[in-house]
């Protein structure tokens, strides 16, 4: 454990890892600031989601995708202690060369209130980018994250992606919590809003 993230090395091969980038990297739009649904200087970068029900035609996509959400809930629970009951869907974001998210926490309000744990794998091997690295408040710390690695910390610890100076990085990021935003008491509107962007954690 280095401080407040975890490092996880070699969840996915190099093999894996292209198989996100080959089905997603061109659905990717640019990507919107959450709880704004706009486009904001804070960030910039491209992005597609892993949907549950398109995985379900790719067997063996959707057999990467399970792999790390079952690693994802076992360091959750090991090393943060936090039992997750749904993880959102995955997001498939692309950095090119000028991209970058500033400081931000990736709990917020509405469904975003109900995540307590985040994460990021690294897809691109080291030789496709430079920069972008994934920095934590108030140090500017970073994994030097290897392909395939997944690291994981608190959703209300502070974190930026500095500018990519060079080529293409290109991550998956997970968020989750604790508790089923389908089945808590809030918003009848949003609690719709939300049903399609769950997923289940088997245990």
């Known amino acids: 454990m280095l401080g407040d993230f975890f490092v996880l090395h070699d969840v996915l091969s190099a093999e ?3 198989q996100y980038i080959d089905f997603y990297d061109s659905q990717a739009k640019p990507s919107l600031v959450e709880g704004r649904g706009e486009i904001s200087e804070i960030r910039r970068s491209e992005n597609s989601f892993l949907e549950l029900d398109k995985l379900q035609t ?3 996509l959707l057999s990467i995708t399970q792999k790390i959400t079952a690693a994802f809930a076992e360091v959750a629970y090991n090393v943060f202690r936090r039992d997750i ?7 498939y974001t692309k950095y090119k ?16 209130s109900f995540r307590d744990i985040s994460g990021t794998i690294e ?3 080291p030789e496709d980018f430079e920069g972008g690295e994934l920095c934590f408040f108030p140090t500017e ?3 030097q994250a290897k392909q395939g690695t997944l690291i994981i910390f608190p959703s209300t610890m502070a974190h930026k992606v500095k500018p990519v100076t060079s080529g293409v990085r290109r991550s998956l990021v997970i968020w989750a919590g604790i508790e089923d935003p389908s089945v808590a008491r809030w918003d009848t509107r949003n609690k719709n809003d939300v049903q399609r962007l769950l997923w289940s954690i088997d245990k």
Do not use: K
């Open 141 to 143: 710390n970073h994994s």
């Open 85 to 91: 009951q749904h993880i959102e869907n995955i997001q």
């Open 123 to 125: 897809l691109s091997p």
């Open 97 to 112: 060369e000028g991209d970058y998210y500033e400081w931000h926490i990736d709990s917020g309000h509405d469904y975003a």
């Open 16 to 18: 894996e890892c292209q």
């Open 58 to 60: 790719d067997p063996v």
